[in-house]
């Protein structure tokens, strides 16, 4: 079921979010600076993703992925106080989503900036609305998705980058906003996801087994599901 002034607020999403990203996501690419890679590795670099010119690969692919999320965000939320954390999330999302799958890292560069403008935005929602209580369970939740991922990381660090476990507290902050039905759902959709299909990949060999493996897609794909199927399995699993 739509929220209220879903219409409204999904159209926002998309016009606001698209053209955000076909902007910045090329421009960003050119300017992060590249990580220090551990003996034998190798990356393509940031900036040759971003192709040459405006209208390039990148640019459309950034651009239309976070148009779709921002209309289905928009569409899920209306226009509650917390849409413009996911906006913001929907754009940066669509960048570090393109530039993972590419190149199998997920820059801080990008993962940083939008902790402080996710956090932000959902700081001046809870000033407008008085939803101190969602806030607090929103820093909690931050928590214990960073928590959680860092334990994966540390147990198997081959699986689970360094760079999914901060793309994890980010996804938990907004997640935990909405519910911890949200949060549940969208931390494990993701992990389901990532694993499932990894596991088929490298059976198929199109990854190898010790090959890092871009996990970050599946996170951004989970924390979306979170958002729009949250509640209704909240609501399945208790009742």
């Known amino acids: 079921m739509p929220a209220d002034n879903a219409l409204l607020a999904a159209g926002a999403g998309i016009v606001l979010c698209g053209p955000a990203a076909f902007a910045l996501g090329p421009l960003v690419m050119r300017r992060i600076p590249e990580p220090i890679l551990e003996e034998g590795d190798t990356k393509i670099p940031y900036a040759e993703l971003a192709g040459q010119g405006v209208a390039t690969k990148a640019a459309y692919w ?26 913001v999330l929907a754009v940066a999302g669509s960048v570090l989503g393109y530039i993972d799958a590419r190149t199998r890292y997920l ?9 402080l403008l996710v956090g932000l935005a959902l700081v001046i929602a809870a000033l407008q609305t008085g939803e101190w209580g969602s806030l607090w369970r929103s820093a909690i939740a931050g928590a214990v998705g960073f928590g959680v991922f860092y334990l994966l990381w540390f147990v198997f660090p081959r699986g689970v980058g360094f760079g999914d476990v901060r793309l994890s507290g980010l996804l938990s902050i907004a ?35 010790k090959q890092l493996f871009p996990f970050g897609p599946f996170m951004l794909v989970g924390a979306l599901i979170g958002v729009l199927a949250g509640q209704p399995l909240e609501r399945l699993y208790l009742g």
Do not use: Q
């Open 62 to 87: 950034c651009g239309v992925t976070a148009a779709i999320a921002g209309g289905l965000l928009g569409w899920a939320l209306g226009a509650s106080a917390g849409l413009a954390a996911w906006l």
């Open 107 to 115: 820059p801080s560069a990008i993962i940083w900036p939008a902790y």
């Open 175 to 209: 997640l935990g906003w909405l519910g911890w039905g949200e949060l549940v759902a969208g931390l494990y959709g993701g992990f389901f996801l990532g694993a499932v299909i990894g596991i088929v990949l490298t059976a198929a060999k199109v990854f190898k087994r």
